[in-house]
């Protein structure tokens, strides 16, 4: 089929057509890489999305107390709702295999020193289980334990940015850091996908806390992960059956949208997966197109080719060319040409997109991608359909009487 002698030709056709060639080639390359920038762009903003809550565990539910917006059982509006222990203990026998971690939240800000270093930071009391929670890694050292709380000892875990900011290159597990004038012992240190204010927290035990401050059993937030098993409607039901709860045991009217805040993930997560979806469609849809366009392209310049080369075709059935050879020569050339091309076009492309992915890492895009696969078999529907594009005119001219295409101008 590609013999010495055809290669000889249809390199002899390229080189004295260079501006055909070109266009040819362009309009698939181009098409190529309009697509896989399409494509890592709407993958870029699925990663954008979905990084948004991969900080925490994607079954998180964080309950908010407030202040009351409506009179209720004889309390007026406005009154300050407050979580305490008795509160967590009942979420934890009340819904026993309905959560999988649990955990109070007690936090405040506290001026800490090291030596001559000094910095104000966020100092989050909690349970061993807010590891989980908060999907904190432990990067040296240890988290906190059963042990820590029961003794209400004063130790932290801390946050990359603290021990940049007040070790610099000394290592702080084992060293003694001052909170609000208070000692506490490093224990560890954790990082956090979420960013650099996630890694400026040092958690502490909560008993701890709660008896530095004020020696009571008062919780800011209460942070939960719902049973891994539960689908969407199940997770949703969980939080609504507990707001309605929490309300009836904290005595808040029933239609008080403020006073207690539950962020339930699930909720977030199918959001973002909605949306996810549509720009899949969409992404489809557009990426159709842009195949459709880059056919048409083909065809058409095809057909330009074809017309240009009636001469040529006619001279080559004078001289006893057959119909089926004329047709193979001139798809023959296409074929090189637009596959040269349409994997020049797609290596550029994936080569751009590898060089941008790593620099691009915002709230709503981060790391654009593509997957390989999908990019290949695109290029190949790419080739092969502009190449049966140009079937039809390119049998039109194969027919065409041989002083019928000496004729033509």
Partial sequence: MFNKDTWQEIWHSIKSNKLRTFLTGFSVAWGILILVLLLASINGMQNGFTKQFNDDATNSIFIYPNATSKPYGGFEAGRRIVFRNDDLNFIRRSYEGFYEYIS????????????KETGSYNVIGVSPDHKEIERTVINKGRYLNTNDLNNKLKVVVIGRQIQKELFKDEDPIGQNIILNGLVFKVIGLFSDDGNEREES???APYTTMQQIYGNSDEINTIALTYNPNFDFTKALNFSNTMEVVLKRRLVIHPDDQGALRINNYAEGFSNVQTFTNFLKFVAIGVGALILIAGIVGIGNILIFIIKERTKEIGIRKALGARPIEVIKLILMESIVITTLSGFGGMLFAMGLVAIISPLVDAPAFSNPNVDNATVITC????????????LVPSIKAAHIKPIEALRAD
């Fill in 104 to 115: 109070p939240r007690f936090s405040r800000s506290a001026v800490t020193k090291f030596q």
């Fill in 201 to 203: 927290n040092m958690y």
């Fill in 379 to 390: 290029t190949i529907v790419l080739i092969v359909a502009g190449v049966f594009a140009g």
